[in-house]
């Protein structure tokens, strides 16, 4: 059974940084497409950072376009989500997820149906 566990939440102020850990363990991390998701109160889950397995693209959603970046150690099976200039409308619970699919197109790799397996999320509060 595959096991996705995020690490590295917390209370950060406007401006500060985090790097958010997703471990993967029980399964092959390489069969899988691993993304990272948001969800804020009152607000749907979205795609932060969505992966095409079938060409390793990352999308990243217009609001965390170059401050956020997904970063992977192979070795380690673990997922990175390293956040910069971190904003109050960041703040959310953000979790990763795995699908067993390649999932070629953008829509499809931020599409929460095609995801499988689901951490049990971090904490990300941006507050000053």
């Known amino acids: 059974q595959l096991q996705l566990v995020e690490s590295g939440g917390g209370l950060v102020q406007p401006g500060g940084s985090l790097k958010l850990t997703c471990a993967v363990s029980?399964?092959?991390?390489?069969?899988?497409?691993i993304s990272w998701f948001r969800q804020a109160p009152g607000k749907e889950r979205e795609g932060v950072a969505c992966?095409?397995?079938?060409?390793?693209?990352?999308h990243y959603s217009d609001s965390v376009k170059g401050r956020f970046t997904l970063s992977r150690d192979n070795a380690e099976n673990t997922v990175y989500l390293q956040m910069y200039n971190l904003e109050p409308e960041d703040t959310a619970v953000y979790s990763c997820a795995a699908s067993p699919s390649i999932l070629r197109s953008e829509s499809a790799a931020c599409d929460v149906h095609e995801y499988a397996h689901w951490g049990q999320g971090t904490q990300v509060t941006v507050s000053s």
């Open positions: 992966t095409s397995r079938s060409n390793g693209k990352v």
């Open positions: 029980g399964g092959e991390r390489n069969y899988y497409t």
